[in-house]
């Protein structure tokens, strides 16, 4: 009788096993996109020109900058500052760096994607506030992340619909490129940006006459940490990211701040970018926005001003970060199923007490 008992009180113990882990498991899974409604071009190609955006930009005051087919080599003499072949840069137009010393623009390309949630609650956690630069066919797929950037205080600002290189397009095209990713951009977060950054480093003076009649500003950077390669080429080592942090900081002989380039698309540079914002705080540099850093009132057509970063004490990685598995599950689950586990057995060997007694 007692072992028929002993073997009920096993069996509830494994139904409760199976029961916890199938709960624990269920939380794994990214929940699926909320697409911003309306109609839109196809994601990831170049959308097509609208007349009404294309008579915004008089053509005629435009550079005549020839147009660059991918893979065209860089010529001896750089007429209209093409910055992806010489870095050249315009005062007038360009942001590359903060210009007070010891301030850290932390900024993000290609997002949002469900890789942003990492570096949103990185950011937020240490009371830092960065700067994404967003592609219109992820917006769209992703519209309540780029809204979550924006009521968390951080800035947002263009960076075309397909990723294509901007000095390879029609004006047309390029025009069309930003419109409707500032047109999804409004939609999903209700502010319409004025600032832009070029796929690649891909512009020159015709691109940026065109973005400075269609009201933008364009933000570059001065620290590159080439990130984007880890998604393509296997020899990418993710150590090189902090590696280049730490370098970079060592610099405190500048005069000015600096501009950091990353990507939120892709999960193993989202993952690195906790351990970049420890090192740029660490040696006490001051993370912020590009438009707080370079102490612009006005980064949206609407009247917005972004909040300063918020330093929170000392939130490094450093702590005792938390492990997570294979699949994706957080130790602190494995924790929970372990504690139900001993709490059960406990219970088991109780019930036998008691039936003995």
């Known amino acids: 009788m007692y072992t028929d008992k002993l073997l009920s009180a096993i069996s509830i113990l494994l139904l409760a096993l199976t029961t916890t882990t199938l709960n624990v498991e269920a939380q794994a899974p990214t929940p699926a996109p909320i697409l911003l409604p309306g109609q839109w071009p196809p994601v990831n190609a170049p959308p097509p020109p609208v007349a009404s955006w294309t008579a915004l930009v008089d053509q005629t005051k435009l550079a005549k900058a020839p147009l660059r087919p991918p893979g065209t080599p860089c010529g001896p003499v750089d007429t209209f500052c093409v910055w992806s072949c010489t870095t050249c840069t315009r005062a007038e137009s360009d942001f590359t760096f903060c210009p007070n010393k010891g301030d850290w623009a932390l900024t993000y390309d290609d997002g949002p994607t469900p890789n942003t949630l990492t570096v949103l609650n990185a950011?937020?956690?240490?009371?830092?506030?960065?700067?994404?630069?967003?592609?219109?066919?992820?917006?769209?797929?992703?519209?309540?992340?780029?809204?979550?950037?924006?009521?968390?205080?951080?800035?947002?600002?263009?960076?075309?619909?397909?990723?294509?290189?901007?000095?390879?397009?029609?004006?047309?095209?390029?025009?069309?490129?930003?419109?409707?990713?500032?047109?999804?951009?409004?939609?999903?977060?209700?502010?319409?940006?004025?600032?832009?950054?070029?796929?690649?480093?891909?512009?020159?003076?015709?691109?940026?006459?065109?973005?400075?009649?269609?009201?933008?500003?364009?933000?570059?950077?001065?620290?590159?940490?080439?990130?984007?390669?880890?998604?393509?080429?296997?020899?990418?080592?993710?150590?090189?990211?902090?590696?280049?942090?730490?370098?970079?900081?060592?610099?405190?002989?500048?005069?000015?701040?600096?501009?950091?380039?990353?990507?939120?698309?892709?999960?193993?540079?989202?993952?690195?970018?906790?351990?970049?914002?420890?090192?740029?705080?660490?040696?006490?540099?001051?993370?912020?926005?590009?438009?707080?850093?370079?102490?612009?009132?006005?980064?949206?057509?609407?009247?917005?001003?972004?909040?300063?970063?918020?330093?929170?004490?000392?939130?490094?990685?450093?702590?005792?970060?938390?492990?997570?598995?294979?699949?994706?599950?957080?130790s602190i689950e494995k924790n929970v199923s372990l504690s139900i586990v001993c709490g059960l057995i406990m219970m088991i060997f109780g019930f036998i007490g008691t039936v003995y007694v």
């Open 123 to 330: 950011l937020d956690t240490r009371g830092i506030k960065g700067t994404f630069f967003a592609i219109g066919s992820r917006v769209i797929e992703n519209p309540q992340i780029i809204k979550q950037a924006v009521d968390n205080g951080h800035q947002v600002g263009v960076h075309t619909w397909s990723h294509t290189a901007l000095t390879s397009q029609t004006t047309e095209e390029i025009i069309a490129e930003v419109k409707w990713t500032e047109m999804a951009i409004k939609q999903a977060t209700g502010l319409t940006p004025k600032w832009f950054r070029p796929p690649q480093g891909d512009f020159d003076d015709r691109v940026r006459g065109i973005l400075t009649q269609l009201g933008y500003k364009i933000a570059i950077w001065d620290r590159d940490t080439f990130d984007w390669q880890s998604n393509s080429d296997p020899s990418y080592d993710l150590n090189w990211i902090p590696g280049n942090f730490t370098n970079w900081v060592q610099n405190t002989t500048s005069a000015t701040g600096f501009a950091s380039l990353e990507h939120d698309a892709f999960n193993k540079t989202s993952s690195m970018t906790p351990v970049a914002m420890d090192i740029v705080l660490k040696a006490k540099f001051r993370p912020e926005s590009v438009s707080v850093c370079l102490g612009d009132k006005q980064p949206y057509v609407e009247n917005v001003q972004l909040p300063r970063s918020s330093i929170k004490g000392d939130n490094t990685t450093g702590t005792n970060p938390s492990v997570v598995s294979k699949n994706g599950t957080a």
